[in-house]
């Protein structure tokens, strides 16, 4: 199985910082096709996760450009610059490339 | 806006069975992969189950192959999860999930506790 490794797992901003998660494959996470099945998700306190990046890089609708994902083959990046307070949660990396599908493990982006 | 609203959560005891559902509305639910992802109690999230768009193809984990069954009807616009065999550590929140890409839609999650 691919293992996805986030770090850190935690991480204390102070509010307009910028802040950097990685997301480090076992495997390569580019498909046959081409596609890279790569996604970062945000899961507020007490809600469900929602989409923030698909395919590495592109932001899903409504996501705001302050965030930023980048990388390819095994490293992957999300980069929030100028952190809001409707950021703080856990952030997930999810790859859909390899079956089974995994998720990271976690990063929660907390206040200083 | 699209929308998944899941139901059949409960308290079950270890080996018996219990069937969620997935109701969708607001986008065209059989353009859509569907999956189910659960989240243990203070854990992370951990992919569970997922159905092609026709329903002719479903993929799980080792953790739950042989004992779950994914399915669904695209006429009623609805997601099921058969779980049998239930064990303690299948004690989690199910949510579905529509994905396109990406799951761009996610449910509320429904607890399944699994407990005598």
């Known amino acids: 199985d691919v293992v996805l490794t986030q770090t850190p797992v935690s991480l204390s901003v102070t509010l307009g910082d910028q802040a950097s998660i990685s997301c480090r494959s076992s495997q390569s996470l580019e498909y046959s096709d081409g596609y890279t099945y790569l996604e970062w998700y945000l899961q507020k306190p007490g809600q469900s996760p929602q989409l923030l990046i698909y395919g590495v890089s592109n932001r899903f609708s409504g996501v705001p450009d302050r965030f930023i994902g980048s990388g390819s083959g095994t490293d992957f990046t999300l980069k929030i610059s100028r952190v809001e307070p409707e950021d703080l949660g856990v952030y997930y990396c999810?790859?859909?490339?390899?079956?089974?599908?995994?998720f990271g493990a976690g990063t929660k982006l907390e206040l200083k | 806006e699209g929308q998944l609203v899941e139901s059949g959560g409960g308290l079950v005891e270890p080996g018996r069975s219990l069937k969620l559902s997935c109701a969708a509305s607001g986008f065209t639910f059989s353009n859509y992969v569907m999956d189910w992802v659960r989240q243990a109690p203070k854990k992370g999230l951990e992919w569970v189950a997922s159905?092609?768009?026709?329903?002719?193809?479903?993929y799980y984990p080792d953790s739950v192959k042989g004992r779950f069954t994914i399915s669904r009807d695209n006429a009623k616009s609805t997601l099921y999860l058969q779980m049998n065999s239930l064990r303690s550590e299948d004690t989690a929140t199910y949510y579905c999930a529509a994905y396109y890409g990406g799951y761009d839609y996610w449910g509320q999650g429904v607890m399944v506790t699994v407990s005598s």
């Open positions: 999810f790859q859909a490339t390899h079956d089974p599908y995994t």
């Open positions: 159905i092609s768009t026709g329903g002719g193809n479903t």
